[in-house]
T-cell receptor, first 114, second 113 residues
Framework: QKEVEQNSGPLSVPEGAIASLNCTYS??????FFWYRQYSGKSPELIMS????GDKEDGRFTAQLNKASQYVSLLIRDSQPSDSATYLC??????????????FGTGTQLKVEL | NAGVTQTPKFQVLKTGQSMTLQCAQD?????MYWYRQDPGMGLRLIYY???????DKGEVPNGYNVSRLNKREFSLRLESAAPSQTSVYFC????????????FGQGTRLTVV
């Protein structure tokens, strides 16, 4: 089983709709969770981080974390064509030897259609 | 403030050639990473350095070596390039605590022919 699972998509939503992106993870000791957005040919950029169970809202973006069920999701309200990108879920967990590492999912491609 | 800088941006190698990808960050970050990104595979960790003086293997280390030259710089070396190493390579860094953001360089697009 992969450490992080994401539906590769593409996920198509009409402009103005809510886009829902989901991610499940297998590492029960994961501590921190992140959503990165990556435009084609560009590097990933952080859009949301979440560390405790529940919802976290930032503008049009809401991240939801459920550690018991081991999933994290990202909601994008009022989707815009500029939101069309690949969204990467990532988590950071503690290593037995100390330190931590960031593990990524394969990403979900989102297309917002006019 | 440059953030994370990678060089070169593009490179074409012949099979068997060697090269070093350079990465430098000016944010005083402790941890640095090298990832490769292939279509449909997401970002896969090659090597990481939790702090200056330490390096560890990630998910796909075969065919690569790294050097944490100092706190700022983390290089990735391909000793004998193979077509399977054709990919986009990203360097990233962060402070090292669990709840800190990782910043990425602009990427190096490597083609091995």
């Amino acid at each position: 089983q992969k450490e992080v699972e994401q539906n590769s998509g593409p996920l198509s939503v009409p402009e103005g709709a809510i886009a829902s992106l989901n991610c499940t993870y297998s590492d029960r000791v994961s501590q921190s969770f992140f959503w990165y957005r990556q435009y084609s040919g560009k590097s990933p950029e952080l859009i949301m981080s979440i560390y405790s169970n529940g919802d976290k809202e930032d503008g049009r973006f809401t991240a939801q974390l459920n550690k018991a069920s081991q999933y994290v999701s990202l909601l994008i309200r009022d989707s815009q064509p500029s939101d069309s990108a690949t969204y990467l879920c990532a988590f950071r967990g503690i290593l037995t030897g100390g330190g931590n590492k960031l593990t990524f999912g394969t990403g979900t491609q989102l297309k917002v259609e006019l | 403030n440059a953030g994370v800088t990678q060089t070169p941006k593009f490179q074409v190698l012949k099979t068997g050639q060697s090269m070093t990808l350079q990465c430098a960050q000016d944010m005083n970050h402790n941890s640095m990473y090298w990832y490769r990104q292939d279509p449909g595979m997401g970002l896969r960790l090659i090597y990481y350095s939790a702090s200056e003086g330490t390096t560890d293997k990630g998910e796909v280390p075969n065919g690569y070596n790294v050097s944490r030259l100092n706190k700022r710089e983390f290089s990735l070396r391909l000793e004998s390039a193979a077509p399977s190493q054709t990919s986009v390579y990203f360097c990233a860094s962060h402070f090292g605590q669990l709840n800190t953001e990782a910043f990425f360089g602009q990427g190096t697009r490597l083609t091995v022919v």
